[in-house]
């Protein structure tokens, strides 16, 4: 007899509808009895599908177009309670909500598994990230709860997934070190480059090109102040055994004090190049060193943690990186020489592509027995 996982999804936006695309590929190969998506919620919307055997899900080929002309009005409860009366049911959370986050414990105690690129729950208040690991440990003879979320650093690539491995098999982590963020990488590459003369550009007129290109926040600043990096450097430090926060941090923020609090991005972008100067000095100060600048976060268990703005030397590793690639490199008492992972680690087809892989994970196990 077939297992079907049912599937509920909140914020199907960008990252959201990507997913959706690619089970529904995943459908037209191996069938919708399989995975089967039977509800869908947003901010001002809800649409729960009641599964029969002709139609086990929703139509992933014309979602949208019925999903637009949904008029109930969203209420997480009914989401919730319509998918632990279909278990085997997991809820894919695709937003970036705090408060959905703080969800999670409720939801696993009626039995869901939950997959999400969120990070707010793993790298927020500890006591969170607590009550959900014990929610969703495993426990012998029984059936439990489980929680993915491989997507939330480094999107599709397998980070959490080799850090859980290393921690599993009684690896001791000596550090964790990596460029975490796409939109810096890309920055520093652009101005920083390890080969060549240090790039004639100004660092204003790259940030102002790095956003027309989409690859910034809508303002720019989201991405310099270091706090995206600092949640993933916190959620592989969680991993790792520390009581990491965000408090505990220490973290650089690279946007100059006295734009901090423009009220827009055009006003922060507009002034700018009246820093471009102290920006130039420090890639011409590594240059000289011939060192190259990054921007990255560091987990170290014996010392402090943290992310800043760093030279390397320009046969590193990390000065090599091409485009807004994203490399992490774990150092352990086995991998003297460190063990690392590198790729695109953003953009809405690999960041789905990881949901989808944890997905698939929990199918397996339901499946075919944990």
């Known amino acids: 007899m077939t297992v079907t996982l049912n599937i509920g999804i909140i914020g199907p936006g960008y990252i959201g509808s990507e ?59 009914a989401f ?67 929680v993915f979320h491989e997507s939330t650093v480094g999107a599709g690539l397998p980070v959490l997934d080799t850090l859980k491995n290393l921690v599993a098999t009684g690896d001791k982590i000596v550090k964790i070190e990596g460029i975490f963020s796409g939109t810096l990488s890309y920055l520093f590459n ?41 949640r993933k450097v916190t959620i592989c430090g ?7 926060t965000m408090e505990t941090l220490d973290i650089e923020n690279i946007v100059p004090e006295e734009l901090r609090a423009l009220k827009t991005a055009d006003e922060f972008l507009a002034a700018l190049p009246k ?18 600048l990054r921007y990255v976060g560091v987990c170290d268990p014996n010392g402090t943690s943290s992310v800043k ?14 485009g807004s690639d994203n490399i992490i490199a774990f150092t352990t008492e086995r991998f003297v020489n460190p063990l690392i992972i590198i790729g695109a680690g953003a953009g809405d087809a690999v960041t789905a592509f990881g949901i989808f892989s944890d997905v698939l994970q929990i199918y397996g196990r339901v499946t075919y027995g944990r």
């Open 19 to 77: 997913f959706l695309r690619q089970v529904s590929e995943y459908q037209k190969k191996y069938g919708s009895d399989k995975l089967a998506v039977i509800a869908v919620a947003e901010l001002d919307r809800l649409w729960l599908h009641e599964p029969t055997a002709e139609a086990p899900g929703v139509d992933l080929t014309t979602w949208k177009e019925v999903f637009a002309n949904v008029k109930d009005k969203p209420d997480l409860n």
């Open 80 to 146: 919730a309670n319509h998918l632990a009366a279909h278990k085997p049911a997991v809820l894919v959370d695709t937003t970036a909500s705090q408060f959905v986050a703080s969800q999670y414990p409720a939801w696993l105690k009626q039995g869901l598994h939950i997959v999400t690129p969120n990070k707010k729950a793993f790298s927020g208040d500890l006591q969170l990230f607590k009550e959900i690991q014990a929610l969703s440990a495993q426990r012998p003879g029984e059936e439990y709860p489980m």
């Open 190 to 230: 652009v101005f920083s480059p390890s080969n060549g003369p240090a790039s004639n550009a100004k660092f204003s007129d790259i940030v102002k090109d790095a956003k027309a290109k989409g690859y910034t926040e809508p303002d720019p600043r989201d991405d310099l102040n270091g706090l995206d990096v600092a």
């Open 238 to 244: 969680r991993l790792a055994g520390l009581d990491l």
């Open 275 to 292: 820093y471009d100067e102290h920006f130039a000095k420090l890639n011409e100060e590594a240059r000289k060193r011939n060192e190259v």
């Open 309 to 322: 703005l760093m030279s390397y030397p320009t046969s590193h590793p990390f000065a090599s990186l091409k």
